[in-house]
């Protein structure tokens, strides 16, 4: 086996002498097998070629002979083992013998091996060549389907194309028939044709193209002729405008001279340009109030002009970069959520309590020389006016006092100037959500920041909340309609309260103050004294036994202020527990009663008692004369005064037994007590100067 693949691997070309099939010697000289007689193939060519003979020999009479020659190697090696298990003397010579035929048929099986291996080259070459052959022809087959799938692509293309003149809009083919020329339009030809008659449109459509291409060309002509002369009258304006600056600027003497501020005006109202829609209201109602009713009124802008004309158009800030919420339910699937950005909660609350760079200031002056400034501030995220108040008295004005220490206060000045308007919370309840989402909980925790957001400020910018889901739009008739009357409010209020501070310093030192319109409304001689006056808090108003009536009335609020008054005469001594409301004036002061004579003695078991509560509470208005509606809580306490002393004197006459004898008779009375009721004459009479009942 061995042997058979060594020459399988060099394939050598074999010289082969004819000899008779008989002869089994080798040339020793050449030592080349020589084959059988019957392998020869002819003796007329020296050299011949194996892969010609292998080619031309049949391979089963060589599968024969592989078989042949296999069992003679068989047999021969069988006789050599069979001779040399003899012993004979010339086993030697014969077992030669044999080997030299047993190597003449190896000689054979190395021949067939090769001849195989030959036939086996040859067909993978030729499978090679096949395969190859194959190849091309696939890749002959790719290249003609790429070429189908092209030509059919444009084919495709082709049934598809749209031409340009599809996307013109052509006129119709009866107003082309009855406009175009016959020399163009071709009804003859085009009427059967609608191909001509598509080309004869379009032919049409060109013309008319042209002649107005012609026509743009004249208007243009015409505009760069108009563009120069305005130009030019441009440049003769520009040059007009440093001469009228100084024109202006030569007249500002004479405008001060005159008060005629026209440069601080029309610096104004460039500026009123760029506020919020609100503000802007407010400013127009303001300053036309001012010309027309009160020229002491003052109406200026302030701010950072940049940072508005930057801010535009004043739009409700939404707190998208903040959002929590989800999206809709109703959004699809194939939406993408907007990435939400989280914020600090200081950021939130900068956010939402924004103000617009310009605000408003107005100041209310009074006769007496105190003026009140009120800053308009617009808040962008919230969509409401806030105010921020500034009083300032006159010199000689008494502006503190123990007991009334913050009635002048920024805070309680104007608060409650129409029932109900404290000014705490925001008027737009839209706001509570963005107020929540902000982290802040009550909005009176950002007054002092950005102000009180009064309704009557939102009236007087022309808002109006009505709900939550309407954006308010600045009414200009509502603000012209509230102007006037919050105006006067506010000349009533301060007056009011500055007044009041001084009334309550007055009534702290133990004097009551009456004015010289009003002295004629008490009898000249009051014994009666205020012992003290003092301020109290809500929580002890409350729980006085006496005051009980008013509070179960539901009047008492915490915003309210509370007194308490001591007056004394003699022994007796008269306690006065006062409800004063913010709205003082347009809500009188309420008094109650307890008089401790040997005996407490209230409105629950004292019908003159009572008697005296309602001449102070329910008459006030006698007590309100021209040119000193200020003073009405003075006059209040005088009328008290005068009251306490009628119930002394009256009771003391009256009664023998009960009460000190100390009380004289000081006041004229006609009668002393009248009615089952027993009525004490409490209402004076001024004209006569004697005491009456009601």
Same mark, same amino acid.
């Given at each position: 086996?061995?042997?058979?693949?060594?020459?399988?691997?060099?394939?050598?070309?074999?010289?082969?002498?004819?000899?008779?099939?008989?002869?089994?010697?080798?040339?020793?000289?050449?030592?080349? !097998? +020589?084959?059988?007689?019957?392998?020869?193939?002819?003796?007329?060519?020296?050299?011949?070629?194996?892969?010609?003979?292998?080619?031309?020999?049949?391979?089963?009479?060589?599968?024969?002979?592989?078989?042949?020659?296999?069992?003679?190697?068989?047999?021969?090696?069988?006789?050599?083992?069979?001779?040399?298990?003899?012993?004979?003397?010339?086993?030697?010579?014969?077992?030669?013998?044999?080997?030299?035929?047993?190597?003449?048929?190896?000689?054979?099986?190395?021949?067939?091996?090769?001849?195989?291996?030959?036939?086996?080259?040859?067909?993978?070459?030729?499978?090679?060549?096949?395969?190859?052959?194959?190849?091309?022809?696939?890749?002959?087959?790719?290249?003609?389907?790429?070429?189908?799938?092209?030509?059919?692509?444009?084919?495709?293309?082709?049934?598809?194309?749209?031409?340009?003149?599809?996307?013109?809009?052509?006129?119709?083919?009866?107003?082309?028939?009855?406009?175009?020329?016959?020399?163009?339009? +071709?009804?003859?030809?085009?009427?059967?044709?609608? $191909?001509?008659?598509?080309?004869?449109?379009?032919?049409?459509?060109?013309?008319?193209?042209?002649?107005?291409?012609?026509?743009?060309?004249?208007?243009?002509?015409?505009?760069?002729?108009?563009?120069?002369e305005i130009q030019t009258r441009r440049d003769q304006l520009d040059s007009l405008l440093p001469r009228l600056n100084t024109v202006l600027e030569s007249t500002k003497s004479l405008q001060e001279a005159l008060k005629m501020p026209f440069d601080e005006v029309r610096q104004q109202h460039r500026m009123a340009q760029f506020l919020p829609r609100p503000l802007y209201v407010l400013y127009v109602q303001s300053?036309?109030?001012?010309?027309?009713?009160?020229?002491?009124?003052?109406?200026?802008?302030?701010?950072d002009l940049d940072a508005a004309k930057a801010t535009g158009p004043s739009t409700s800030a939404a707190l998208d970069v903040d959002s929590d919420s989800d999206d809709e339910e109703g959004t699809s699937e194939k939406t993408r959520r907007r990435r939400t950005i989280s914020l600090d909660p200081s950021d939130r609350r900068g956010k939402v309590l924004h103000k617009h760079p310009l605000q408003v200031n107005?100041?209310?002056?009074? +006769?007496?020389?105190?003026?009140?400034?009120?800053?308009?501030?617009?808040?962008?995220?919230?969509?409401?006016?806030?105010?921020?108040?500034?009083?300032?008295?006159?010199?000689?004005?008494?502006?503190?006092?123990?007991?009334?220490?913050?009635?002048?206060?920024p805070s309680s000045l104007l608060s409650c100037l129409f029932p109900g308007d404290h000014g705490n919370t925001t008027p737009n309840p839209a706001n509570q959500f963005l107020l929540e989402r902000a982290g802040i909980e009550d909005f009176n925790e950002c007054v002092k920041e950005v102000g009180k957001p009064y309704v009557w400020a939102q009236q007087l910018a022309g808002l109006q909340f009505l709900n939550?889901?309407?954006?308010?739009?600045?009414?200009?008739?509502?603000?012209?309609? $509230?102007?006037?009357?919050?105006?006067?409010?506010?000349?009533?209020?301060?007056?009011?309260?500055?007044?009041?501070?001084?009334?309550?310093?007055?009534?702290?030192?133990?004097?009551?103050?009456?004015?010289?319109?009003?002295?004629?409304?008490?009898?000249?001689?009051?014994?009666?004294?205020?012992?003290?006056?003092?301020?109290?808090?809500?929580?002890?108003?409350?729980?006085?036994?006496?005051?009980?009536?008013?509070?179960?009335?539901?009047?008492?609020?915490?915003?309210?202020?509370?007194?308490?008054?001591?007056?004394?005469?003699?022994?007796?001594?008269?306690?006065?527990?006062?409800?004063?409301?913010?709205?003082?004036?347009?809500? !009188?002061?309420?008094?109650?009663?307890?008089?401790?004579?040997?005996?407490?003695?209230?409105?629950?078991?004292?019908?003159?008692?009572?008697?005296?509560?309602?001449?102070?509470?329910?008459?006030?208005?006698?007590?309100?004369? +021209?040119?000193?509606?200020?003073?009405?809580?003075?006059?209040?306490?005088?009328?008290?005064?005068?009251?306490?002393?009628?119930?002394?004197?009256?009771?003391?006459?009256?009664?023998?037994?009960?009460?000190?004898?100390?009380?004289?008779?000081?006041?004229?009375?006609?009668?002393?007590?009248?009615?089952?009721?027993?009525?004490?004459?409490?209402?004076?009479?001024?004209?006569?100067?004697?005491?009456?009942?009601?």
């Amino acid at each position: 086996r061995k042997m058979a693949t060594s020459a399988g691997k060099k394939r050598p070309m074999v010289r082969v002498s004819r000899t008779d099939s008989s002869s089994n010697l080798a040339d020793k000289d050449s030592k080349k !097998p +020589k084959l059988d007689a019957g392998d020869r193939q002819g003796e007329s060519a020296p050299m011949y070629n194996e892969e010609e003979e292998a080619a031309q020999r049949d391979p089963a009479r060589d599968v024969g002979l592989y078989k042949t020659a296999c069992d003679g190697i068989r047999q021969l090696l069988q006789e050599i083992h069979q001779i040399r298990a003899s012993g004979r003397k010339d086993a030697a010579a014969e077992v030669a013998e044999r080997k030299i035929q047993a190597s003449m048929h190896f000689i054979t099986l190395k021949k067939l091996n090769r001849m195989a291996h030959m036939r086996c080259k040859k067909a993978r070459d030729t499978t090679h060549e096949h395969k190859q052959k194959v190849d091309s022809y696939h890749l002959q087959l790719q290249n003609l389907l790429y070429e189908v799938l092209h030509l059919q692509k444009e084919i495709t293309k082709c049934l598809e194309f749209k031409s340009k003149d599809e996307e013109i809009e052509l006129v119709d083919e009866a107003e082309f028939y009855r406009e175009a020329p016959k020399e163009i339009s +071709k009804p003859d030809v085009t009427a059967q044709d609608p $191909h001509q008659l598509t080309l004869a449109r379009l032919d049409w459509e060109l013309e008319q193209r042209k002649r107005l291409a012609e026509k743009c060309k004249d208007y243009e002509d015409q505009k760069e002729e108009i563009s120069q002369e305005i130009q030019t009258r441009r440049d003769q304006l520009d040059s007009l405008l440093p001469r009228l600056n100084t024109v202006l600027e030569s007249t500002k003497s004479l405008q001060e001279a005159l008060k005629m501020p026209f440069d601080e005006v029309r610096q104004q109202h460039r500026m009123a340009q760029f506020l919020p829609r609100p503000l802007y209201v407010l400013y127009v109602q303001s300053s036309a109030y001012q010309q027309a009713c009160d020229p002491a009124l003052t109406v200026t802008i302030e701010g950072d002009l940049d940072a508005a004309k930057a801010t535009g158009p004043s739009t409700s800030a939404a707190l998208d970069v903040d959002s929590d919420s989800d999206d809709e339910e109703g959004t699809s699937e194939k939406t993408r959520r907007r990435r939400t950005i989280s914020l600090d909660p200081s950021d939130r609350r900068g956010k939402v309590l924004h103000k617009h760079p310009l605000q408003v200031n107005i100041t209310v002056k009074c +006769k007496d020389g105190s003026s009140l400034a009120l800053t308009f501030h617009y808040l962008l995220a919230l969509q409401i006016v806030t105010v921020i108040v500034q009083l300032r008295p006159v010199a000689e004005a008494v502006t503190s006092s123990v007991s009334g220490g913050d009635l002048l206060s920024p805070s309680s000045l104007l608060s409650c100037l129409f029932p109900g308007d404290h000014g705490n919370t925001t008027p737009n309840p839209a706001n509570q959500f963005l107020l929540e989402r902000a982290g802040i909980e009550d909005f009176n925790e950002c007054v002092k920041e950005v102000g009180k957001p009064y309704v009557w400020a939102q009236q007087l910018a022309g808002l109006q909340f009505l709900n939550a889901e309407e954006l308010p739009k600045p009414d200009t008739r509502l603000s012209s309609t $509230h102007m006037e009357k919050t105006m006067k409010a506010l000349k009533v209020r301060v007056r009011a309260r500055l007044a009041l501070v001084q009334q309550l310093a007055s009534l702290e030192r133990g004097s009551v103050p009456v004015s010289r319109e009003c002295q004629r409304l008490f009898h000249t001689k009051i014994v009666s004294q205020l012992l003290s006056w003092k301020s109290i808090t809500y929580d002890d108003y409350i729980v006085l036994p006496y005051s009980q009536p008013v509070v179960d009335t539901g009047m008492v609020r915490d915003t309210d202020n509370f007194y308490l008054a001591v007056m004394q005469r003699g022994s007796a001594t008269l306690t006065a527990s006062v409800l004063l409301s913010p709205g003082y004036l347009t809500c !009188p002061p309420v008094f109650s009663l307890s008089l401790s004579l040997g005996t407490e003695r209230t409105a629950g078991n004292d019908e003159n008692i009572r008697a005296m509560e309602h001449e102070v509470n329910v008459y006030y208005k006698e007590l309100l004369v +021209k040119g000193s509606h200020d003073q009405l809580l003075t006059n209040q306490l005088q009328r008290l005064l005068m009251c306490l002393d009628v119930y002394l004197e009256t009771h003391s006459s009256s009664s023998a037994t009960e009460g000190p004898s100390e009380f004289g008779r000081e006041k004229i009375c006609p009668r002393v007590v009248r009615g089952p009721g027993r009525c004490k004459p409490f209402v004076y009479n001024s004209q006569h100067g004697f005491f009456t009942q009601r």
